[in-house]
């Protein structure tokens, strides 16, 4: 479709497409321990990042019986998580945390 305009007239042209319907997402099945929580930690390397996330480890401990922390951490803000990062936090973490902060 073409747009005329008469002189003093602007035509705005926003070339967004609408957004996508989102895909549906289906937990991993989990059985819930009883005894304690397995917290995984992914850093994405941003400055403060590991700060926010021992701030939120420090806080969640006394609510929550701790069994272990598993720590992950990007090389950098740039690049996604390696297959190895997410086989180890999905494997030894009930719970994971992904933090950017600066």
């Known amino acids: 479709m073409t747009e005329h305009s008469t002189v003093g007239e602007l035509v705005l042209l926003v070339p967004e497409a609408p957004p ?3 895909e549906a997402v289906t937990a991993a099945p989990r059985q819930p321990r009883a005894d304690a929580l397995r917290i ?4 994405n390397s941003k400055a403060n990042a590991d700060h926010l996330l021992r701030l939120l480890t420090e806080r969640l401990a006394p ?3 701790v069994a272990s922390v598993v720590n992950e951490r990007k090389g950098s803000v740039a690049l ?3 297959d190895a990062m997410l086989t180890h936090l999905t494997r030894d973490a009930d719970l994971v945390v992904s933090a950017m902060a600066d």
């Not at 995984?40 to 850093?43: C, E, Y």
């Open 80 to 82: 996604a998580a390696t």
């Open 63 to 65: 609510a929550f019986t």
């Open 40 to 43: 995984g930690l992914l850093d």
């Open 20 to 22: 996508a319907a989102p």
